[in-house]
């Protein structure tokens, strides 16, 4: 049962333009949602995270949004940039199980 | 820094064999866990250990056991392989309960 589901398995997006990662959880207990990117033949890297009890959190060209009331979170980056093009996993923390979502594949166009 | 180390990189097992893949981390980090990843289904949380001295079971942790043997190092064994489990094999640490885990470059498992 997962608990975490990203419902794109792929997104495209033009070079400058803004790209938008969507994902929902069912677990009300999650207190850390968090985005991690990952290239191919690597290991994932955390990107950005938001507590449980904010809205927003902003970083450079990233933004997560979190709507708890109704179990979604999204992540902004603008402008998309070709060294974004990886696959995109969501993922929610709560005593120190982390849970991952399937991923989001991102391709920016030149 | 090395981060997060685990061996092998690559490995082909035939049915029913045993085998142990290895993760050490030199963060000083509490929290350590194990991931598989397969196409189309993400990142599955097979077993983690919040703490030294404590395991726990994941989303897919049957066929899989687990040892923390210090703070450093958490392992991975599989018994009896099956073709079921041939997968790219994830293990992270992490500093605390929010989330924000290293991974290592992970470990190709084939089950032939």
């Known amino acids: 049962d997962q608990q975490v589901k990203q419902n794109s398995p792929s997104l495209s997006v033009q070079e400058g333009r803004i790209s938008i990662l969507n994902c929902d959880y069912t677990n009300s207990m999650f207190d850390y949602f968090l985005w991690y990117k990952k290239y191919p033949a690597e290991g994932p890297t955390f990107l950005i995270s938001i507590s449980s009890i904010k809205d927003k959190n902003e970083d450079g060209r990233f933004t997560v949004f979190l709507n708890k009331s109704a179990k979604h979170l999204s992540l902004h980056i603008v402008p998309s940039q070709p060294g974004d093009s990886a696959v995109y996993f969501c993922?929610?923390?709560?005593?120190?199980?982390?849970?991952f979502g399937a991923g989001t594949t991102v391709t920016v166009r030149a | 820094n090395a981060g997060v180390t685990q061996t092998p990189k690559f490995q082909v097992l035939k049915t029913g064999q045993s085998m142990t893949l290895q993760c050490a981390q030199d963060m000083n980090h509490n929290s350590m866990y194990w991931y598989r990843q397969d196409p189309g289904m993400g990142l599955r949380l097979i077993y983690y250990?919040?703490?030294?001295?404590?395991?726990d079971k994941g989303e897919v942790p049957n066929g899989y056991n687990v040892s923390r043997l210090n703070k450093r190092e958490f392992s991975l064994r599989l018994e009896s392989a099956a073709p079921s489990q041939t997968s790219v094999y994830f293990c992270?640490?992490?500093?605390?309960?929010?989330?924000?885990?290293?991974f290592g470059q992970g470990t190709r498992l084939t089950v032939v």
């Open positions: 993922a929610a923390s709560v005593d120190y199980k982390l849970s």
């Open positions: 250990s919040a703490s030294e001295g404590t395991t």
């Open positions: 992270a640490s992490a500093s605390s309960a929010k989330g924000e885990a290293f």
